[in-house]
């Protein structure tokens, strides 16, 4: 099985500030790599697939990036709705597997 | 609109079986591939089981293999999820969630459903 490993855990950051999340894979998943973020109580929602492919109605804010083990999600200044966890995801083999989410706390 | 909607959660007791069900609207439900991924309550995403447009494929977290069963009825718009022998750690909230592909290798999981909550406690 891939390992997908995410960092930080936790973070909290400043309403204009620029954050990155990383997310490393134990084996290359190609261009397999998704992010999600969600809210306390609802659906995850796809920000960004393919490792840098903007989901349409996403915020041009996000941005994602990587290769071969070794990706990041990178929100270029920070507003206060980007509260939530946020989860990487491959999808280059069976079984899926996503990161253990970083819960981003706006300060 | 491309819509889910999960139905057929609730309380079991271990060993219980419970059918959820999952139906699709605004798409055309027979394109896509088909998810169902859970979360027990204060943890993150686990990804259980995978479905072809077709239904001729089907994977298994290996949490769930031998105990789940996952099919759907394309003349129903419908994806479902048969559990049996259910155990404590099954509990969470259960989402469908579409996976679309493009050409190039482009792929993701697009539309989710809002999800149906399964406890197993005795």
């Known amino acids: 099985d891939i390992q997908v490993t995410q960092s930080p855990s936790s973070l909290s950051a400043s309403v204009g500030d620029r954050v990155t999340i990383t997310c490393r894979t134990s084996?290359?998943?190609?261009?397999?790599l998704h992010w999600f973020k969600q809210r306390p109580g609802r659906a995850p929602n796809l920000l960004i697939y393919s490792i840098s492919t903007l989901q349409s109605g996403v915020p041009s804010r996000f941005s994602g990036s990587g290769s071969g083990t070794g990706f990041s999600l990178t929100i270029s200044s920070l507003q206060p709705e980007d509260f939530g966890t946020y989860y990487c995801q491959q999808t280059y083999s069976f079984p899926y597997t996503f990161g253990q989410g970083t819960k981003l706390e706006i300060k | 609109e491309a819509l889910l909607v999960e139905s057929g959660g609730g309380s079991i007791h271990p060993g219980g079986s419970l059918r959820l069900s999952c139906a699709a609207s605004g798409f055309k439900f027979s394109d896509f591939e088909m998810n169902w991924v859970r979360q027990a309550p204060g943890k993150g995403l686990e990804w259980v089981s995978y479905i072809f447009s077709s239904g001729t494929t089907t994977y298994y977290a290996d949490s769930v293999k031998g105990r789940f069963l996952i099919s759907r009825d394309n003349a129903k718009n419908s994806l479902y999820l048969q559990m049996n022998n259910l155990r404590a750690d099954d509990t969470g909230v259960y989402y469908c969630?579409?996976?679309?592909?493009?050409?190039?290798?482009?792929?993701?999981?697009?539309?989710w459903g809002q999800g149906t909550v399964v406890t197993v406690s005795s």
């Open positions: 969630a579409r996976e679309f592909s493009l050409l190039r290798g482009l792929d993701g999981f697009d539309i």
């Open positions: 084996l290359i998943v190609s261009n397999h």
